[in-house]
């Protein structure tokens, strides 16, 4: 399985600011997700970070609120911008393993918004 | 739409004893099954899979059952300890490869009581 590192672990933020979220991987990976989590709940994907295009994103998720980068095979970034306290989740990202359809999850980032 | 859901939100089971998560789909399409478990703070850790050309699956101490008749899925867990204390999610692939969309059940709490 992938080796998934997420930075930072969690972070307080204001209202009307932007967080970005890094994703590393150990290892070169076709397919990165991005999750969130709301409290008490289930995941949600966000988007598919492509590499070398544009992130594919999900109903209800636009990239203006969500810019995400994905410069590379290892490497992805989301950033929550203009956050509102309802953006107060976990925020996970994902990796497909390259032998299977299984999905591996990084430690996620704790967001909260005052 | 097509949905993933679990019957029940909450478990208490006696250290030692066995336990048993249910969850029902509805995307006919789906042909491949994950459990994940979720533990507080961290990301969702893969447990079992199953492909829809099976009916069990065993791992240690764990076994998915799926029922495609009634579109049904199970995770056995046998001899609970302390440390299966969690939050466990069933989650849904749809057979077309290339597009890995996991659509996450709601979730069980399973509590392990010692």
């Known amino acids: 399985s992938a080796v998934i590192s997420q930075k930072p672990s969690r972070d307080i933020c204001q209202r009307g600011t932007s967080l970005t979220i890094q994703c590393q991987v150990d290892s070169q990976v076709t397919m990165m997700f991005w999750y969130r989590q709301q409290p008490g709940q289930s995941l949600t994907l966000i988007a598919t970070?492509?590499?070398?295009?544009?992130?594919?994103?999900e109903s209800g998720f636009v990239i203006d609120k969500f810019p995400i980068s994905r410069p590379n095979l290892t490497f992805s970034t989301l950033t929550v911008s203009n956050m509102s306290p309802e953006d107060s989740s976990i925020y996970l990202c994902s990796v497909e393993a390259l032998d299977s359809r299984k999905l591996f999850f990084g430690s996620g980032t704790q967001l909260s918004v005052l | 739409g097509e949905s993933v859901g679990l019957h029940l939100p909450t478990l208490s089971v006696q250290e030692g004893d066995n336990s048993i998560i249910n969850c029902a789909y509805s995307n006919s399409a789906s042909d491949y099954f994950i459990w994940y478990k979720q533990e507080s703070g961290k990301g969702p850790q893969f447990i079992i899979d199953i492909r829809s050309n099976m009916d069990k699956r065993q791992g240690q101490r764990v076994t998915v059952l799926l029922n495609k008749t009634v579109k049904h899925l199970s995770l056995q867990i046998a001899a609970t300890q302390p440390g299966d204390s969690a939050v466990y999610f069933c989650a849904e692939l749809p057979y077309y490869f290339g597009n890995e969309k996991l659509t996450f059940g709601t979730g069980t709490r399973l509590t392990i009581i010692p």
């Open positions: 970070a492509n590499q070398g295009s544009e992130a594919t994103y």
